[in-house]
């Protein structure tokens, strides 16, 4: 049975998770929420840098054979010295997929014309800053066709639907994140934190667009890469009998607290 690190500021990577659960029953994943410095969306890229060094430390302990650096900004700010420091083990990273903006089949059906668009895209303050996220955005978008919105509070109002559950004021939190969107004619919206994807849902009934999640992009990788020669499994997952197993870890308080999820989707 393969084991699959991930790792997030919270529970936004749950949404990456549930993906890679669909690829693969048979393998074994140890998710490790950094809850004690949560969320990274406006921490320095030295601070990032360190934590997911510190975590993934962690994840080499529990002998995993990939690590799924399941949020945006420490794709953004980490996942390249993690790379070089942990060069024996291979990284899947997760960003705003900024290039469906290059995919004309994404905009049309049935063989007709592409229906017309309009795109934004939902990122932290510290991805929209980071030479990663620029230089994405300039390549895949010379055109400035995507509009960019950094979120503030957006991470943190989606952690409180897991720790409070659902309530009018916090639907109202997320009304108020997402005003400037309103009405702007945004047919679709590019979902560039893994927190987002768990309210998915209200975004696109709030704002009258289709969201795009990375995480099927994101599983598809890492199913690659474990079919690969470098992670070959000792028979073909439609062969495998295993069942998968989860554990969630936490940094909060100072100590790894294990967890129990059963539910991807916290707002409907």
């Not at 409180?160 to 919206?189: A, C, I, M």
């Amino acid at each position: 049975m393969k084991k699959i690190g991930l790792f997030d500021s919270g529970i936004g990577g749950f949404s990456i998770l549930k993906d890679l659960m669909k690829i693969n029953p048979a393998m074994s994943f140890y998710y490790i929420a950094d809850e004690a410095f949560l969320p990274y969306g406006e921490k320095s890229e030295e601070f990032v840098r360190k934590r997911c060094e510190k975590i993934v430390e962690v994840l080499m302990e529990k002998e995993v054979d990939l690590v799924v650096v399941a949020c945006n900004t420490a794709t953004a700010l980490g996942i390249q010295s993690l790379r070089e420091r942990f060069c024996g083990i291979p990284f899947v990273g997760v960003e705003p997929y900024l290039n469906i903006v290059n995919q004309v089949e994404a905009f049309s059906s049935g063989g007709e014309a592409p229906s017309p668009r309009r795109l934004a895209a939902l990122i932290t303050p510290s991805t929209k800053v980071s030479p990663r996220f620029v230089k994405l955005k300039k390549r895949v978008d010379p055109k400035g066709e995507i509009s960019i919105f950094d979120c503030k509070n957006l991470a943190n109002i989606v952690e409180e639907f897991y720790s409070e559950g659902n309530s009018f004021e916090l639907e109202e939190k997320l009304r108020l994140e997402l005003r400037p969107l309103k009405d702007s004619g945004f047919t679709h919206v590019i979902l560039g934190c893994t927190h987002y994807p768990l309210v998915q849902s209200f975004i696109e009934k709030e704002l009258g667009c289709q969201c795009i999640s990375p995480g099927p992009y994101v599983a598809k990788r890492v199913k690659y890469l474990i079919e690969g020669s470098t992670l070959k499994t000792s028979k073909p997952f439609a062969e495998s009998t295993e069942n998968s197993s989860f554990q969630f870890l936490s940094t909060k308080s100072g100590a790894w607290a294990l967890r129990k999820f059963s539910d991807f989707t916290l707002i409907s």
